[in-house]
Structures are given as structure tokens and as C-alpha cells.
């Protein structure tokens, strides 16, 4: 039973809407899902919750065109002789446990490993950990977190003994002064933000934005400091040593609460003695340097959040830990509008830290000393408690390629794609002697490396369980759609083998809730508050309760059941709960630690042949590898090419102009992008993101050039700094090709695949011309209709192919590469049914009868509303603001996603005459 909202939100809503979460970022926005009876569901945000307060973000709101099953994994798979058979769970979980047992046998717990994900429930995560480390006896299991927040959680540690965010998202609406820094959270945590931005409508908080690129977010900041690659430890160090100078340290706090202040401002001093020193490291302007100083000396009320800017560098640890020491040495920690605030990046980031999903945790916030192996034995009644740190991810995948590691079980991640080194990843995983996938899909990069068995996972709208957001708070994901095919809860699968390796009792659970209760229960145990992490007033919740439990921030200390019950507290009225304003760390004598921050600098140095710096993230609408929003034609509109953002300068330098194909190069591979000049990337510096792969376009994996050193603390890799080498491409043909059906990428030199609605497009370009196209299509198509224009001389061929009922089939268009034919005119014609002889012509000469041409990249994903007609009304009406677009046509006005990109609009705009 889930918990029906009786709430009549869209007119398309019938049923009784369910409340869950949004499975993509940490912000965590509670979502009300209103299932259509039909296996789809209409979407909208809860307003209840107080994540997001009724606000979805593009990628949320586009959430019910993720739900089809056409890509789905639905049975479980058995590699037999070579090829990949359905099978029975009895037969695919027979596999799993024979090749562990035999693997354990003949080589030690040590030669297995599990590889798990931030997108995987907190039961789900609590399972695996419990079966690894209790019972397999190995504690190699890691998690993408690695590649994600373990800096943060390695910093976190290292100050305050425990990994805990002290702050709350209320905090950004009672600061006076916001620091990002290595955050594009305009993009990445959209909810956040524009809760942020309405803050500073309402009380004028000043923004400062730290980043090596000028991104949505850092438009919108108050002051922009592009800082080096890897230079914030010494910026931070800088506003120590200027913060002590100036008299403005909290004396009181930091001799009540804290030790190793002095080495600290020596070490700060060492490597920031002076402004001058300050700017020349970081590139900063001196002045801006003063000027963000100045602020944060003269703003009590400051928080300070951090992401992957941070975290994914050989440095994250130290850069956290440079942030926190500000932090400390003012006494801005834990109280209302001030702190470091670590926001975390995938929707259970959180959930996968407090059940010890990283290799170095053990479980509920414990670690691997004696006494909490022991605890933890006692508790599981673990016969085999693994003893020691496992590997971490970079270092895992190292003992694969090497054959330490002989069986692996991969659940909830594409590490194919986004693992460091990418290709090596492919290579060593593909020749693994065991190799199990859990997973939603039944094609992506790592489904390509030869598993021996494949496990169909349920997805989101389907799972049940918990996830814990950046701010501490689980809430519930509930399901709305009945689970499709044979799928199962990861949680369950984890179970079952457990059962199959002999431990029934421990393995015994029947829902999510009974795993829930287990590992509340463990957060409590021998606690009394030693640790953070404590959710033991949630241990005993009946099934009942732990359906409709009510977003709980922790720690929600037992016994006392009342917060969980309760109704869900209304905005505004507060209750949130903070760590550390009185002090009380988690280290043994419960003081926070300084740190002395090592001199930082990118793992590796460019040169003459590897001149420019890599710097990788995350666009507005995509998430991660695409599996669920490379499904959205909306999502798609945004920036639907591979690219690479390169500084105009450097562009000229090398002969590169928009829309060209760039070569990347590094010592560890290659990716072929389509190149963005613009003024984002400072000198010297490209950007590119992580979403494409091996499934979606022909050469686009960034992770193929990674280098992927890793921090000493963390094992973070580093993933923002890689040297390499970008030349033009020059293919002589683009063009496109458009279908109905699903087909396999095309035979060209470099594709991308884009969804649209009613099939897809591909986005190619080829050394091969129209006649060996003309061939291509015949080979495809010449089962149907074909209508073609050739223009053999001019290197021009169109092709296009009709079904029985005269709709469009199919829709090719190549030609010289300098003249690209623009595939967003027609896009909309695989949406029309049978066209007549005037909407042939058309789309054979590239257009849609009776349409307007091209309009422009798509802006507002919400409302589908492209750049031209934004330009048209900002170009008829001069004054026009973003209310006032908002008014007339809609964009910007649901998720507010694209408000900084309207204001670009409205910015570049040529000024009346
Ligand atoms: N749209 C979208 N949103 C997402 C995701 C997604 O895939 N798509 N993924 C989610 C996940 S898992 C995560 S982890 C978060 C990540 O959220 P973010 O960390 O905000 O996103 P990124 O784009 O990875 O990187 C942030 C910024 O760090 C900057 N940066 C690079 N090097 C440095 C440096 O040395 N110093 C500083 N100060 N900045 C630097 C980059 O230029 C980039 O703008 O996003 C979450 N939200
Ligand atoms: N160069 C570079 N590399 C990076 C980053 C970067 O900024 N730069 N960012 C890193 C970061 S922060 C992250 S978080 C990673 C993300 O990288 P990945 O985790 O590899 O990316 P996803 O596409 O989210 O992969 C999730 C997979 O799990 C499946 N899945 C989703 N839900 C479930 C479920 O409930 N159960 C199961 N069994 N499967 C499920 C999906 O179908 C998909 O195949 O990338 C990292 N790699
Ligand atoms: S900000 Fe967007 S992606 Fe993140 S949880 Fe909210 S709706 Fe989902
Ligand atoms: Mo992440």
C-alpha cells in the first residue's frame, strides 16, 4: 500500500496521486505521481515537501516521459555459450552464488567485489553492504560516491570525526552572503537554486560564485572569481590568514570547540602569505580577491557549498578542508544561514554514506576499528565481518584489469562510462571470469561488457524505500506502477543470494521496511550518542507507519515515534535540525580538527603536446549517462550534440569554428565533439560533459581521456583537470537521419543520437558522399517507398522513405560539411501522419510545409519554447524582463531552469537604435 494523496493536480490526473521523491539530484524534491492507468503517469512537486516546496526542475518535471518500458530489462539473463539467454531468477542467482562460492574458495573473499550506486535505495545499499562485509567477508564494495562525493565525506571526517553536512537547506534563505564554489547549481541542483535565487529577491543575499568556467550559475553571481583549476585550497588559505589578520576570528568558538588552529595559519600562511601571492596562483584579479574577503569577513550569516568542483580533484580532501577552516575559525557552523555545505550530487548519495556504502565505511557511520567490526558482528551475527578497508573505486577497477578481483556484481551504475580511464574499464571488465549486472535497461556501455549474468532491477515509480538528501532528510520513494516483466528490488536479489549462501536468517527480510527497520535499529545500537548518524527513533515503525513516514531530517533519536507520524511540517515552521553550533564533534575528545592544507596542483601538467586543460560536468537536462533522460525528446532540445566549449581565442588558434568536429586527445584516449566557442572556459581550458556514451554517440565518452589520479585521502579521482590536445576534424559530410523506428546507429564516421518525438535522429558526418549513402538507404529502406533528391556534384543527397500509409518512415539529408543541413526543421514531421505531394516536396528539400522554419535551440524544456521567438518579443518589446517573457510566453515560468539562459537572451540582445 502506498500513500494515496486524494488531490486532483493536472487535469490528465485519474487516479489518486502518490507521494515519492525525484530520483535524480540530492536536492531530493518530494513528487506527486499520478499514474494514468496505461503504465505512464503525470508528474508534478509536492508541495508538501520541504525539499522543493511544489518545484520541479526540468529534468523532474519531465520524469513521466522516462516511464516506458521499450528500453527496459525486464527477465533475468545467463551468458550461455557465448550469447545472453533469458533465464530464471533460480537460474541467474544459482549462477551468482556458484561463481562466489567457487571464487572465495579458490582465491579469498578479497578475489570478489560488489560495485554499487547513489541512485540505489538506502534497503537496497543496506543489503549489499550487510552481504559483502558480514558474510562474504570482503569489504570491496564501493560505490560510485567515489567518483562523487568521497572528498566530501573524507573531509568531513578529517574535521569534524564524522561524515556530517551540518547545515539544512534553510540556511540559504537566512544567509546573508552564498559562496558556490565548484558548483554549477543553476544546473545541477535547480530547486536549490532558485529557492536561493527567491531568497535573494526577498533579502538581497550577495552571491559569489568560484569557478575555472563562467556557467549559468556564476551569471547570476553577484561577484565571479574564475579561479585556476584546482587553486581553491589557496584561496581559502588566503581568506584564513586574512580573516586572522584582521582580528576576525571567533576566539570563543575556536578555543571551546577546536584544536590545530595555529598549524593551520601556518600552513595557510605558507601557501597564502599575501593577496599578491593569492591572485598569481589562483589567476584571480587581486581586487576580486579583496572583494570576496571583505565580504565573507563582514557577513556573519554566510554558508559556503561545494560540489564536484571540489570534490572530483587530486585535492578535493584538502580543498574541503581549507573551505571548513574558515568555517570554524569564524564559529559559522550549525547555526541558522551559516556553514560548509557539502551538496551531494545523486538522489541517495546520503543514504549510501550513512548504511557504509564506501569501502573504507563499515556501517551506520562506523569505521574499521576493532571495537566497531566488533559491534557490528554482534549485531549482524556475522560469521565472516570482513576486518579491513576494501578497495576503492580506481582501485578496484585496477584489481579487475589485474586479475585480483575474479567476480564482480555491478548494480545501479555505467562505470563502462563513467569511470576514469573508460576504455581500460571496458577492457578489464569484459575479460572479468564473472561479471553480474542489476540493472533498469537492457543495452547501455557496461551491458556491452560481457556479463555473465544480467539481473532486471525495478526503476523508479516501481521501487520502494528510502533516499537521504544533501540536508539530511529521508523520505520515502513509493511506488506508483506495478513492477513490469520479472523485475525485482535490488534489495531482494541481494537477499536471496544471501539465503543462497547459507545465511536465511540474516538474509530472512520480506519488505523494505523490514531492511529499513534493521538499519535503524543499527544506527542505535551501542550509540548513545558516539555517533552522528542515528535514526533509532525510526527503528519501530510498523509497516504502516513506514509507508507514509514523512520526510524525517536526521538524527531522529529512538525511541520517541511521534516526529515520524506526524503530519509533514508545513514551510516556514522551521524545526530543522543543525550540528555542531555548541561544539560536540564526533572526533575522541569532541573538538573539530584544522587541517593544514598540502600545496595544491593538478595531478598532471599540460605541455606542448597536451597544451589544453579538460574540464568535465553536467548540462542542464541530461542526467549522467542518459539511460532515462536520453528518453525525453523534450530534455533532448536543450543540447542535443556532444560538445566541447572551448574559449573563442584558443578556437581561432586552431582553426575551429562553431558547429566543427574537435578531436580530443590524451594519452588515454579520444572523444570527437562538436566544438562550442564561447566565453565559459577560461584561456587555455575546454569543457565538456559526461552524459554520451558508447550507446548514444559514435565517440563522446570523456571518460576514454581521463587519467583518473586520485586523491590521497579520498580516492576521489580526479576528473575536472586532464591535459590533452584538441584538433579540428574534418569530415567532409554532415547531415542527419531522422526515424520512426528504432534503428541501429548508423554506418558513419561519427553520430549522435537524439530523441525526438515520435522516433529518433541521428546527427552524423562521414568522409563517404551521397552515393555511398544513396546505397545505405537502399540497403535500409528499399523494402519501402523511396523518394530521393541527388545532387551528385554539389555532395548532396536526400532520401526520403514512406510507409504503406504515406507517413514519413524515414528522412536522410547529407551534404558538404561547411553547409550542414538543419534537421530541427523537420523534426516534427515523424510526429504527422500520411503527407500529401506538397509535404513531400518539403521534406525532401529539408522543411515542413506550412511551418515556420528553424526556431532556434530549444530554451525552456517545461513549456518547449526554442530562442527565436524569445528574441522576437525581447526584440519588439525593448524592456522586456523575464516576468515579462514569462507572461507571454511561458518559458521560465515552471521549473525556472532556463531563467539564466532568458536573461542571456535578454542581455545579448542588440540595443534599440
Ligand atoms: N542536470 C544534471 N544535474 C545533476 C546531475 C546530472 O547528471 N545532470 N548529476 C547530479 C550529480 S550525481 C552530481 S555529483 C551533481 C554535480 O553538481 P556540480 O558539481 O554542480 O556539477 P559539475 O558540472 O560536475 O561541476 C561543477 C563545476 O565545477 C567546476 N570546476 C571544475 N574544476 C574546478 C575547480 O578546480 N575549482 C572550482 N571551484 N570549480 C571547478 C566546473 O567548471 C563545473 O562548473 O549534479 C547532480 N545534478
Ligand atoms: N569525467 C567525469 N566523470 C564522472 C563525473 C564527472 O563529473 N566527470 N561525475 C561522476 C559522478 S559525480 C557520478 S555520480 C557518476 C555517475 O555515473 P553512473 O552512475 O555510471 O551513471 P548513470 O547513468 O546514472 O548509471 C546508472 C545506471 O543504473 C541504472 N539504474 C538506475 N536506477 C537503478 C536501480 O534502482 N537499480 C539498478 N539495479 N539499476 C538502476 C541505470 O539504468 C543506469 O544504467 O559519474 C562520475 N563520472
Ligand atoms: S532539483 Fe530537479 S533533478 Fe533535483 S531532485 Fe529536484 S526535480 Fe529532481
Ligand atoms: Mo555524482
Given amino acids: 500500500m502506498n500513500a494515496p494523496v486524494p488531490l486532483a493536480l493536472t487535469e490528465a490526473a485519474v487516479m489518486p496521486a502518490v507521494r515519492t521523491t525525484c530520483p535524480y539530484c540530492g536536492v531530493g524534491c518530494g513528487v506527486l505521481a499520478s499514474p494514468d492507468g496505461a503504465g505512464g503517469a503525470a508528474v508534478a512537486g509536492d508541495p508538501e515537501h520541504p525539499a522543493n516546496r511544489g518545484r520541479l526542475c526540468s529534468k ?13 530489462l525486464l527477465t533475468p539473463m545467463l551468458r550461455v555459450d557465448g550469447a545472453l539467454e533469458v533465464a530464471s531468477w533460480d537460474a541467474a542467482l544459482g549462477a551468482i552464488a556458484d561463481a562466489f562460492r567457487r571464487t572465495i574458495e579458490a582465491h579469498g573473499p578479497d578475489a570478489v567485489a560488489i560495485y554499487l550506486s547513489g541512485q540505489l535505495l538506502t534497503e537496497d545499499y543496506y543489503a549489499a553492504n550487510k552481504l559483502a562485509k558480514g558474510f562474504l ?16 565525506v573524507a573531509g568531513h571526517k578529517r574535521a569534524f570525526g564524522s561524515d556530517t553536512v551540518p547545515g539544512v537547506y534553510a540556511d540559504l534563505d537566512e544567509a546573508d552572503l552564498v559562496v558556490l564554489t565548484g558548483s554549477n547549481a543553476a544546473w545541477c541542483h535547480p530547486v536549490l537554486f532558485r529557492r536561493l535565487e527567491a531568497a535573494r529577491a526577498r533579502r538581497g543575499t550577495k552571491l559569489v560564485v568560484i569557478d575555472p568556467r563562467r556557467t549559468a550559475t556564476a551569471e547570476e553571481a553577484d561577484l565571479f572569481l574564475p579561479v585556476a583549476p584546482g587553486m581553491d585550497s589557496v584561496l581559502f588559505a588566503g581568506l584564513l590568514v586574512h580573516l586572522a589578520d584582521i582580528g576576525a576570528l571567533d576566539d570563543a568558538y575556536v578555543a571551546a570547540h577546536t584544536s590545530g588552529l595555529n598549524a593551520a595559519l601556518a600552513g595557510a600562511r605558507a601557501l597564502a602569505p599575501d593577496l599578491a601571492t593569492v591572485a598569481a596562483r589562483t589567476g584571480v584579479p587581486a581586487a576580486d580577491v579583496a572583494r570576496f574577503y571583505a565580504l565573507f569577513t563582514a557577513t556573519e550569516r554566510t554558508v559556503t557549498c561545494y560540489s564536484q568542483g571540489v570534490n572530483q580533484s587530486a585535492q578535493g580532501t584538502d580543498k574541503v578542508g581549507a573551505i571548513i577552516n574558515c568555517h570554524l575559525a569564524t564559529g559559522r557552523i550549525g547555526r541558522p544561514g551559516m556553514g560548509p555545505f557539502s551538496l551531494t550530487g545523486q538522489p541517495n548519495a546520503m543514504g549510501g554514506r550513512e548504511v557504509g556504502g564506501l569501502a573504507n565505511q563499515l556501517a551506520a557511520h562506523m569505521g574499521f576499528s576493532p571495537a566497531e567490526v566488533d559491534r557490528v558482528r554482534r549485531f549482524w551475527g556475522a560469521p565472516n565481518m570482513a576486518t579491513r578497508e576494501g578497495l576503492k573505486a580506481v582501485d578496484m577497477m585496477a584489481a579487475v584489469a589485474d586479475g585480483r578481483i575474479k567476480a564482480l556484481w555491478v548494480l545501479g551504475t555505467n562505470p563502462a562510462v563513467s569511470l576514469p580511464r573508460a576504455d581500460g574499464v571496458r577492457a578489464a571488465l569484459s575479460r572479468l571470469d564473472f561479471l553480474a549486472i542489476s540493472d533498469n535497461v537492457r543495452a547501455n556501455d557496461t551491458l556491452a561488457c560481457r556479463p555473465h549474468v544480467l539481473l532486471p532491477a525495478l526503476a523508479w515509480g516501481e521501487k520502494d524505500g528510502t533516499v537521504t538528501n544533501s540536508e539530511r532528510r529521508i523520505s520515502r520513494q513509493r511506488a506508483f506502477l506495478d513492477p513490469p516483466g520479472e523485475a525485482q528490488p535490488d534489495w531482494w536479489a541481494m537477499a536471496q543470494l544471501g539465503r543462497r549462501l547459507g545465511h536465511d536468517a540474516a538474509f530472512g527480510w520480506c519488505s523494505a521496511a523490514e531492511v529499513f527497520r534493521e538499519h535503524a535499529a543499527l544506527s542505535a545500537f551501542e550509540n548513545a550518542g558516539s555517533r552522528d548518524f542515528d535514526i533509532g527513533g525510526l527503528a519501530g515503525l510498523d509497516d504502516e507507519a513506514f509507508d507514509r513516514m514523512a520526510p524525517q531530517q536526521w538524527p531522529v533519536v529512538g525511541p520517541a515515534l511521534g516526529p515520524a507520524l506526524g503530519p509533514v511540517r508545513a514551510p516556514g515552521e522551521g524545526g530543522e535540525k543543525r550540528f555542531f553550533a555548541e561544539g560536540g564533534f564526533f572526533t575522541p575528545d569532541r573538538r573539530a580538527r584544522f587541517i593544514v592544507p598540502a600545496d595544491p596542483a593538478p595531478a598532471a601538467g599540460t605541455d606542448a603536446a597536451y597544451p589544453l586543460r579538460l574540464n568535465t560536468g553536467r548540462i542542464r537536462d541530461q542526467w549522467h549517462t542518459m539511460t532515462r533522460t536520453g528518453l525525453s525528446p523534450r530534455l533532448g532540445g536543450h543540447l542535443p550534440a556532444p560538445f566541447v566549449e572551448m574559449h573563442p581565442e584558443d578556437a581561432r588558434a586552431l582553426g575551429i569554428a562553431a558547429g566543427d568536429l574537435v578531436r580530443l586527445t590524451s594519452p588515454h584516449g579520444t572523444a570527437v565533439l562538436e566544438a562550442r566557442p564561447g566565453e565559459g572556459p577560461r584561456r587555455g581550458e575546454v569543457f565538456a560533459p559526461i552524459h554520451w556514451s558508447g550507446s548514444t554517440a559514435a565517440e563522446a565518452r570523456v571518460n576514454a581521456l581521463i587519467a583518473g589520479a586520485t586523491d590521497p585521502f579520498s580516492g576521489q579521482p580526479e576528473s575536472k583537470a586532464t591535459p590533452v590536445r584538441a ?11 531522422l526515424a520512426r523506428e528504432a534503428l541501429a546507429p548508423p554506418h558513419a564516421a561519427w553520430w549522435a543520437r537524439v530523441a525526438l518525438e515520435g522516433g529518433e535522429g541521428w546527427l552524423i558526418a562521414d568522409e563517404a558522399g551521397p552515393l555511398a549513402w544513396r546505397t545505405r538507404m537502399a540497403a535500409r529502406f528499399g523494402a519501402l517507398e523511396l523518394s530521393e533528391f541527388l545532387d551528385a556534384e554539389g555532395g548532396i543527397y536526400r532520401a526520403a522513405a514512406y510507409d504503406g500509409e504515406g507517413r514519413l518512415a524515414a528522412l536522410l539529408s547529407i551534404g558538404p560539411a561547411d553547409r550542414a543541413p538543419d534537421w530541427a526543421a523537420v523534426k516534427e514531421l515523424l510526429t504527422v501522419g500520411g503527407l500529401d505531394a506538397a509535404g513531400r516536396r518539403a521534406a525532401l528539400a529539408g522543411r515542413r510545409a506550412g511551418a515556420a522554419s528553424s526556431c532556434g535551440a530549444l530554451v525552456c524544456s517545461c513549456f518547449g519554447v526554442p530562442a527565436d521567438p524569445i528574441r522576437a518579443l525581447i526584440a519588439s ?10 507572461a507571454v510566453l511561458k518559458a521560465g515560468t515552471n521549473c525556472g531552469s532556463c531563467v539564466p539562459e532568458l536573461k542571456r537572451l535578454i542581455a545579448s540582445a542588440p540595443l534599440p537604435v
Avoid: H, Q, W
Avoid at 523532474?60 to 527496459?72: H, P, Q, V
Avoid at 567477508?137 to 566530501?152: E, K, P
Avoid at 584538433?727 to 537521419?737: I, Q, S, T, V
Fill in 137 to 152: 567477508g570482503t569489504a570491496n564494495v564501493d560505490t560510485n560516491s567515489r567518483l562523487c562525493m568521497a572528498s566530501s
Fill in 727 to 737: 584538433e579540428k576534424l574534418a569530415l567532409a559530410y554532415r547531415g542527419f537521419l
Fill in 60 to 72: 523532474g518535471s519531465a520524469l513521466g516521459e522516462t516511464l516506458g518500458l521499450s528500453t527496459r
Fill in 877 to 886: 518589446e525593448p524592456a522586456a524582463d523575464v516576468a515579462r517573457i514569462g
